[in-house]
């Protein structure tokens, strides 16, 4: 039972424009979502959280969008950059980050110079 | 500086063997948790500890063992019992105060059973 998804497997972007990541979740229950970009044979790095009382939250480059009644969010960046490159997960909490994460599979990111 | 040091980073066994992959932060963080990546998979839960001498299984903690003597450290066993050992271990840790709550990962440890 996948609760939290992540349907591209992979996406390519040319750099400059911008990268559209979405994760649709399942549960309800959840009020808090991050995003992980993830290096191979590196552990995750933290890059943007949003709360469920918020519907967007901004980072430089990088603006999480939440739209609770889809159970959707999306991670966009702007503009793209070749460091960039990299697997994102997308992670869903409850109780505002108190309790577990549930991870979706990652999408990964290709941006092409 | 602060962060989360996993070692080591790869780790070679034979089957029938236990072993224990280490997991130290100096954060300061209460909370502490590991979890397995397979190639195409996400991160899945294995244990997770919230306060010292006090631990939950996750999600896939069948053939796992953990022990939370002090609050730096959360090392996870690997026994035998585990059918499938091979795969990238993640470490993390997060506070229990103040604001939202991200996790902070170490930088991993592969493990290979032959």
């Known amino acids: 039972d996948q609760q939290v998804k992540q349907n591209s497997p992979s996406l390519s972007v040319q750099e400059g424009r911008i990268s559209i990541l979405n994760c649709d979740y399942t549960?309800?229950?959840?009020?808090?979502f991050l995003w992980y970009k993830k290096y191979p044979a590196e552990g995750p790095t933290f890059l943007i959280s949003?709360?469920?009382?918020?519907d967007k939250n901004e980072d430089g480059r990088f603006t999480v969008f939440l739209n609770k009644s889809a159970k959707h969010l999306s991670l966009h960046i702007v503009p793209s950059q070749p460091g960039d490159s990299a697997v994102y997960f997308c992670?869903?909490?409850?109780?505002?980050?108190?309790?577990?994460?549930?991870f979706g599979t990652g999408t990964r990111l290709t941006i092409i110079p | 500086d602060g962060g989360i040091t996993q070692s080591p980073k790869y780790l070679f066994r034979k089957e029938g063997q236990n072993v224990t992959l280490s997991c130290e932060q100096n954060?300061?963080?209460?909370?502490m948790y590991w979890y397995r990546q397979d190639p195409g998979q996400g991160l899945r839960l294995i244990y997770y500890?919230?306060?010292?001498?006090?631990?939950q299984k996750g999600d896939i903690a069948e053939g796992y063992s953990v022990s939370r003597e002090k609050k730096e450290s959360f090392p996870l066993t690997v026994t035998s019992a585990q059918k499938n050992p091979t795969a990238f271990y993640l470490c993390?840790?997060?506070?229990?105060?103040?604001?939202?709550?991200?996790?902070?990962f170490g930088p991993g440890t592969r493990l290979t059973v032959t």
């Open positions: 992670a869903a909490s409850s109780n505002f980050g108190n309790e577990k994460l549930t």
């Open positions: 993390a840790s997060s506070s229990r105060t103040g604001g939202l709550r991200e996790q902070y």
């Open positions: 500890s919230q306060i010292v001498n006090d631990f």
């Open positions: 549960n309800s229950m959840f009020d808090y």
């Open positions: 949003i709360s469920s009382i918020k």
């Open positions: 954060l300061n963080h209460d909370a």
